[in-house]
């Protein structure tokens, strides 16, 4: 149970970062195999990193034909439905939250289950979450959301400490659940009320 | 057999893939060690990221002097006759050209030999073909070539495509060649008849 | 005691890369989270790329705590004392040249223990010296230090050509040593006197 749960965060995740990436794309006046590639990258980004940092290779995109299959269908769907979209920026901005708090959440458990220490999966979990968003802009050469955006990665370090800390008392669902919780809250009152870390 | 003619694809395409990085710093003015690192990223980027994604490392370059001799000694007569290689973009073009399609090829091959599934493979070769490229292009802080120029991972994806259809049919020396010329052949029909695919 | 010898380099290689990156993020004014980011890129950017290119994962980072907390303590001194360290941009540049040094011995040194030939482990050396600071410039959107700088990787790949053809004849510790000398006094006379390698 607690592996097909992992799996459904992942699923939605990849999903919510396609979107985004298509999106981007799609306003870039790029053309379908650019809005393609947006997707993927975006998609995939933070977990190649996240697997090629802990030397889970091949990648999992690789072993697995579903991710990939279900990008593209993603990508082609939010190239069908672009202008409904386009209306729809707090949807989109909600799934670009969804999916870093789901992404985060999955780095974190790859890190623990390869015995790696709490801290540094926290950091391993903020890269698998913001990552693809950072490969995404390099691409587009716009300045790395991670820069840009109110509490974006320091939702994730907030959201991954309490995951680790609740791990060992309440069990993965529950601690997962949590997290994904108060890093999507984190990021979305940040937005809501403009909250920032001050400039040093 | 078979072994020596995917390594003198390898060979060609590292060559090709040097010339243009070394080209490319050329024309920025770039200083000699500039030049060498751009012709050196340029030629084994693609290859590089995809030993990474696969976990084949130490990363072949490393493994093999041949490689970084070869592309040494590309890039120093790219230096000598810079002159000469300006009046040639036409030739500079199709050297590029060739490099795309002999490293799309090299990548799927490695993918197959690894046992990952043909679709993944394709993707797989499109990376190792295009990535020298983006990499170049991003020191250099040009739009990646990717989304410039018509037809470039599109050609990869469309032979890589015809390659993992006919292996199980013609064998290896027969699957290469005909990808080798279908992409080179699409990518330049594109260039000369300005072909792109719809902005979306 | 070379064991110890080597761990001492890599410290002092990380402090020094990690006050470089939390000073270009504080000029650029960017968020505490955002120092904290640069710091970590460039302390750990190149030894990343070095572990990931040889395969040795998790990458060193992610299984020593220490490397980690050195940094974090390293870049909030640095926040905490960056008027003083604005007045002291010789001093700065120093600790850069210092980390330039110290990693790209600590670069060859995993190349050789890993059985890799010298000419290779020269490179190596080189991308663990020099990437950390790349990933710093392509994040901070600047052109990367690789190609502003007079003689930046240039030393790099003398200093380690000495301790490679030193390390036979003078033993790890005295080889190690005169490689650092070279690579920090080439930077900083090819700062002094302005020299550049000629453009082609």
Chains 1, 2, 3 share one sequence.
Do not use: H
């Amino acid at each position: 149970m607690n592996l097909s749960y992992i799996i459904i965060i992942e699923l939605f995740g990849t999903i919510a970062f396609a979107i985004s990436g298509a999106v981007s794309a799609i306003e870039k006046k790029l053309d379908l195999f650019g809005v393609l590639v947006l997707a993927f990258v975006t998609a995939i980004g933070g977990g190649t990193i996240r697997d090629v940092l802990i030397g889970n290779t091949p990648v999992t995109w690789m072993r697995d034909l579903n991710t990939p299959m279900v990008i593209l269908a993603t990508a082609l769907l939010a190239v069908f439905f672009k202008n409904r979209l386009k209306l729809l920026p707090k949807t989109l901005f909600l799934f670009d939250t969804l999916g870093l708090g789901l992404f985060t959440v999955t780095g974190i458990q790859k890190g623990i289950a390869m015995g790696i220490s709490p801290g540094i999966c926290v950091a391993l979990g903020t890269i698998t979450g913001c990552f693809g968003g950072v490969m995404r802009d390099l691409l587009l050469r716009e300045i790395p959301v991670l820069f840009r955006k109110e509490f974006y990665a320091s939702a994730c370090i907030v959201g991954g400490s309490v995951y680790v800390l609740l791990l060992p008392v309440c069990g993965q669902v529950i601690a997962q659940t949590v997290a994904i919780v108060i890093i999507c809250a984190l990021r979305s009152l940040a937005v809501r009320f403009n909250w920032r870390l001050p400039s040093v």
